[in-house]
């Protein structure tokens, strides 16, 4: 199954109410000028994600279903050559998961993030008396 993509937001906030599969945020010290999901070790086919380079500290989201490899682009120094970093292995996005990746000057941080259990939504903590 190919891995399906839609770019969903820049600012934080999910269109429809849906949360997107997979939350991006740029740790490294390189402002990142393209972003690519793919379902295989190949990203020659992918279609760049950002509508614009994804500034340092920046966050994007986006919504991938099954394997999904991710490669994010940078210059190699200010107007130098432009270096390419994709994930050895891919993720596999399953419906109602949602992944925050965090990239790095030449690595990646994925961590699968867990849904709160319905019955932690609130407190239920009695009052002092």
Excluded: W
């Excluded at 600012?11 to 109410?17: C, F, S």
């Excluded at 994007?60 to 120094?77: L, N």
């Amino acid at each position: 199954m190919a891995a399906r993509t839609a770019l969903l937001l820049l600012t934080g906030i999910a269109l429809l109410g849906a949360e997107p599969s997979l939350q991006f945020e740029n740790q490294s010290q390189y402002t990142l000028l393209e972003l690519r999901i793919h379902d295989g070790p190949s990203y020659a086919a992918a279609e760049n994600i950002l509508g614009q380079p994804l500034d340092i500290g920046a966050t994007v989201s986006a919504d991938a279903e099954g394997p999904a490899y991710i490669t994010f682009f940078r210059e190699k120094f200010h107007r130098g050559p432009i270096l390419a970093f994709t994930m050895p292995e891919p993720i596999v996005v399953r419906e109602g998961q949602r992944y925050r990746i965090t990239m790095f000057d030449q690595s990646f941080r994925v961590v699968l993030e867990e849904p709160a259990p319905a019955e932690s939504a609130g407190c239920s903590c009695s009052g002092a008396r």
